[in-house]
C-alpha cells in the first residue's frame, strides 16, 4: 500500500465521525490543469455528462477517468489513493469518479441521502468498504451548496426502505439527478443531526476530504454567484467488488485491480 501521513488516530477518528479533511492540499498547478480538463470535458457529448434537470446546465461529469489522462492520474496521486488506502485499511481501485459542478444560481440540492444505499441496492455491493475522496476544486462556502454531513451517521446502517433496483432497470438517472431514487426520509435526518449536528465540506479550492459510504449527507442549492464544483472519487476495497454489473462503466467501475500510486501529486 502506499505510504501515507495518516497516523492510526486518524483512523480511528474517522471509523469514529465517518468524515475527515485531509492536513494535504491539492497544489495550485495541479489545481489549474484539473480545472481546466474539467471544463473541457464538459463540453462532451455523451450519457456520462448530466444535465440539470429541463436545461442545458451542465450538472455533473462521470468517469472521466477512463477517458483523460489527468483524471486517470489523479486517482493514483498520493494524497488521495494513498488516504483512502489508510483509512479503508486495504489496496483499493476507483468504483466512481464523478464532477458534480453546481452552477451558479443552477445548481440544484441533494436531498438527505446515503451512497451505500445506491452501491448496495442497485449494484450489489457487498459491503460499505469503499471510501469518497473529495477534491474541492473551487472554494466551497456556506452560500455556494456544500455538502452538509450528519457525524457518525454511517455507523446505523441503511435508513432508506428501497429495495434493489428501485429506480428500474436501465434509469441510472435517478441515482445522478435531484430527483434520487434512493434517500433518507427528513425525519430520520432530522432526528440524527438533533442528537449528533451537521458540519459542512468547505474549504479553499484544492481541499481534500474523505467521507464515508453511509454517512447520511445532503447539499442545498447553489443560489450564490459563485461556481460549486466539487469532484469525488470513490474508492473500493478490491476484495469488496459488486456483484451485478448492470449500471454503465462511467457509474461502476469495471476494473478491480488494485491501483498503484505514482510518486508525486503533481499533475
Ligand atoms: C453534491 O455534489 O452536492 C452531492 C454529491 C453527492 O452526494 O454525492
Ligand atoms: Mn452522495
Same mark, same amino acid.
Given at each position: 500500500?502506499?505510504?501515507?501521513?495518516?497516523?492510526?488516530?486518524?483512523?480511528?477518528?474517522?471509523?469514529?465521525?465517518?468524515?475527515?479533511?485531509?492536513?494535504?492540499?491539492?497544489?495550485?498547478?495541479?489545481?489549474?490543469?484539473?480545472?481546466?480538463?474539467?471544463?473541457?470535458?464538459?463540453?462532451?457529448?455523451? $450519457?456520462?455528462?448530466?444535465?440539470?434537470?429541463?436545461?442545458?446546465? %451542465?450538472?455533473?461529469?462521470?468517469?472521466?477517468?477512463? @477517458?483523460?489522462? !489527468?483524471?486517470?492520474?489523479? %486517482?493514483?496521486?498520493?494524497?488521495?489513493?494513498?488516504?483512502?488506502?489508510?483509512?479503508?485499511?486495504?489496496?483499493?481501485?476507483?468504483?466512481?469518479?464523478?464532477?458534480?459542478?453546481?452552477?451558479?444560481?443552477?445548481?440544484?440540492?441533494?436531498?438527505?441521502?446515503?451512497?451505500?444505499? @445506491?452501491?448496495?441496492?442497485?449494484?450489489?455491493? $457487498?459491503?460499505?468498504?469503499?471510501?469518497?475522496?473529495?477534491?474541492?476544486?473551487?472554494? %466551497?462556502?456556506?452560500?455556494?451548496?456544500?455538502?452538509?454531513?450528519?457525524?457518525?451517521?454511517?455507523? @446505523?446502517?441503511?435508513?432508506?426502505?428501497?429495495?434493489?433496483?428501485?429506480?428500474?432497470?436501465?434509469?441510472?438517472?435517478?441515482?445522478?439527478?435531484?430527483?434520487?431514487?434512493? !434517500?433518507?426520509?427528513?425525519?430520520?435526518?432530522?432526528?440524527?443531526?438533533?442528537?449528533?449536528?451537521?458540519?459542512?465540506?468547505?474549504? $479553499?479550492?484544492? !481541499?481534500?476530504?474523505? @467521507?464515508? $459510504?453511509?454517512?447520511?449527507?445532503?447539499?442545498?442549492?447553489?443560489?450564490?454567484?459563485?461556481?460549486?464544483?466539487?469532484?469525488?472519487?470513490?474508492?473500493?476495497? %478490491?476484495?469488496?467488488?459488486?456483484?451485478?454489473?448492470?449500471?454503465?462503466?462511467?457509474?461502476?467501475?469495471?476494473? !478491480?485491480?488494485?491501483?498503484?500510486?505514482?510518486?508525486?501529486?503533481?499533475?
Amino acid at each position: 500500500m502506499t505510504n501515507s501521513i495518516q497516523p492510526s488516530s486518524t483512523r480511528s477518528r474517522y471509523d469514529r465521525d465517518g468524515w475527515f479533511r485531509s492536513p494535504e492540499v491539492l497544489g495550485p498547478d495541479a489545481l489549474a490543469r484539473l480545472t481546466g480538463r474539467v471544463e473541457a470535458l464538459a463540453e462532451r457529448d455523451g $450519457p456520462e455528462v448530466v444535465y440539470e434537470k429541463g436545461s442545458r446546465v %451542465v450538472r455533473g461529469i462521470h468517469g472521466c477517468h477512463l @477517458f483523460d489522462d !489527468t483524471c486517470r492520474r489523479l %486517482v493514483r496521486l498520493p494524497a488521495l489513493l494513498g488516504m483512502a488506502e489508510q483509512l479503508l485499511g486495504e489496496q483499493a481501485y476507483v468504483y466512481q469518479f464523478k464532477v458534480n459542478m453546481k452552477q451558479p444560481g443552477e445548481g440544484a440540492a441533494w436531498p438527505w441521502h446515503q451512497d451505500f444505499a @445506491f452501491w448496495s441496492r442497485e449494484d450489489g455491493m $457487498p459491503a460499505d468498504r469503499a471510501i469518497n475522496i473529495a477534491v474541492l476544486l473551487d472554494e %466551497v462556502h456556506a452560500g455556494n451548496g456544500p455538502l452538509r454531513v450528519i457525524p457518525g451517521s454511517h455507523r @446505523f446502517g441503511l435508513f432508506d426502505s428501497g429495495a434493489a433496483g428501485d429506480a428500474g432497470e436501465g434509469d441510472w438517472h435517478k441515482h445522478v439527478s435531484a430527483d434520487l431514487a434512493h !434517500t433518507v426520509p427528513d425525519e430520520v435526518a432530522d432526528k440524527l443531526a438533533a442528537e449528533s449536528g451537521t458540519e459542512l465540506v468547505t474549504g $479553499p479550492a484544492g !481541499t481534500l476530504y474523505a @467521507f464515508h $459510504p453511509s454517512i447520511v449527507h445532503s447539499s442545498s442549492n447553489n443560489l450564490s454567484a459563485d461556481r460549486r464544483a466539487l469532484l469525488l472519487v470513490t474508492y473500493n476495497a %478490491v476484495s469488496n467488488a459488486p456483484l451485478r454489473l448492470t449500471r454503465p462503466e462511467f457509474l461502476v467501475g469495471r476494473d !478491480t485491480s488494485a491501483l498503484t500510486a505514482v510518486g508525486s501529486n503533481s499533475l
